[in-house]
């Protein structure tokens, strides 16, 4: 089975910590994704990454930043976490081949 | 960009009942998938069906990409089965747009 993994499933930081959110897959995907998702406004696509070292701006990029050093990870950083990035944050991952997208459990982020 | 209607947005089943979701979409796409979205926030892949029909115990799915919908079939509904359903497509471009989701909940 693929497995997606997040590094934690709740988070509690202060406004101006810098934080990173770390995802694993075990599928040997090409395909990185991280998406946040708010009550009322549904899943928003931030950043992804089609392969190492590489990386697109999704529709809210804005105030976040991403690290694909290898092909199994894909790290979100908040730069300065600011009350706004409360959200859920949701990694994702696919081949370009099967195009089927798997999703991690999910980090409950919340600024304070 | 393309646009992801789901139907009805709330659902409220009695145990044991059946029901359809519909997913719209407003342009052609690569491919399909329903999930199903848990209390605990986890997304659970369902089907992925960019076209014709797969069954899965008492879940079966159906896409006509012709004409542009997606549905989803829940027969025998259980408790476990409440949660938000969500449809999301995929266009040429490997951005996967999600529809708004529909929230079921099944009552015992």
Known sequence: ???????????????GEK??????????????FWY???????????YFSYDV??????????GYSVSREKKERFSLIL????????????????SPLVAEEFFGPGTRLTVL | ???????????????????TLRCNFS????????????????????FYIPSGTKQNGRLSATTVATERYSLLYISSSQTTDSGVYFCAVKTSYDKV????GTSLSVIP
């Open chain 1, 1 to 15: 089975d693929v497995k997606v993994t997040q590094s934690s499933r709740y988070l509690v930081k202060r406004t």
């Open chain 1, 19 to 32: 934080v990173f959110l770390e995802c694993v897959q075990d599928m040997d995907h090409e395909n990185m």
């Open chain 1, 36 to 46: 946040r998702q708010d009550p009322g406004l549904g899943l928003r696509l931030i």
């Open chain 1, 53 to 62: 070292k590489m990386k697109e701006k999704g529709d809210i990029p804005e």
């Open chain 1, 79 to 94: 730069e300065s976490a600011s009350t706004n990035q409360t959200s859920m944050y949701l990694c994702a991952s696919s």
């Open chain 2, 1 to 19: 960009g393309i646009q992801v209607e789901q139907s009805p947005p709330d659902l409220i089943l009695q145990e044991g009942a059946n029901s």
């Open chain 2, 27 to 46: 342009d052609s796409v690569n491919n399909l998938q329903w999930f199903h979205q848990n209390p605990w926030g986890q997304l659970i892949n369902l």
């Open chain 2, 97 to 100: 747009i999600f529809g708004p």
